[in-house]
């Protein structure tokens, strides 16, 4: 993944209120706190329009999100959108029904998906309204946070 900071927006995607959804929202946290200066870091729910909003700000776009696949909680998936499309119904789903997937495809499908755009998936296992997240997803957030900032210093050493 090329990194140049100034052109980047990472987005934690997720339900604070809601366990394990929580994943890319903590990351972005986590990443604010140790994140090299000019790197963009933004939190949204999930809701389709916010994040095709939030996508045309920048020419590379790093999603963090919870995902729901099968595998052991605390599992990673890095998706690279330039030649995969998102799962659908892995990702979640906003209120209105209208996930992260759908709004990936409808932001390559009207034109405004950047060309370098990866998703960081986390395996979820707890969903429910007031949970904490669980310690597998909490130890895998720590790890999509050290890829990420792994990334962006092997491009700064060039």
Do not use: W
Request: aromatic residues 2%.
């Amino acid at each position: 993944m090329t990194q140049r900071r100034d052109k980047t927006l990472i987005i934690g995607v997720g339900n604070p209120g809601r366990g394990d959804d929580a994943a890319g929202r903590i990351a972005a946290k986590r990443l604010r706190a140790r994140a090299p200066a000019g790197l963009r870091i933004a939190e949204c729910e999930g809701e389709a329009t916010a994040l095709i909003a939030l996508m045309q700000e920048a020419e590379e776009i790093v999603l963090i999100d919870a995902l729901v696949s099968g595998a052991e909680p605390g599992t990673i998936a890095r998706i690279d959108l330039a030649t995969s499309p998102p799962p659908k119904g892995r990702f979640g789903l906003s209120s209105h029904g209208f996930g992260l997937a759908e709004a990936i495809e409808l932001a390559r499908a009207l034109g405004q998906l950047p060309a370098r755009c990866v998703i960081y998936g986390v395996e979820g296992r707890s969903f429910d309204h007031g949970a904490r997240l669980s310690p597998a997803v909490d130890a895998a957030v720590d790890e999509v946070v050290e890829r990420i900032l792994d990334s962006i210093a092997a491009e700064a050493r060039g």
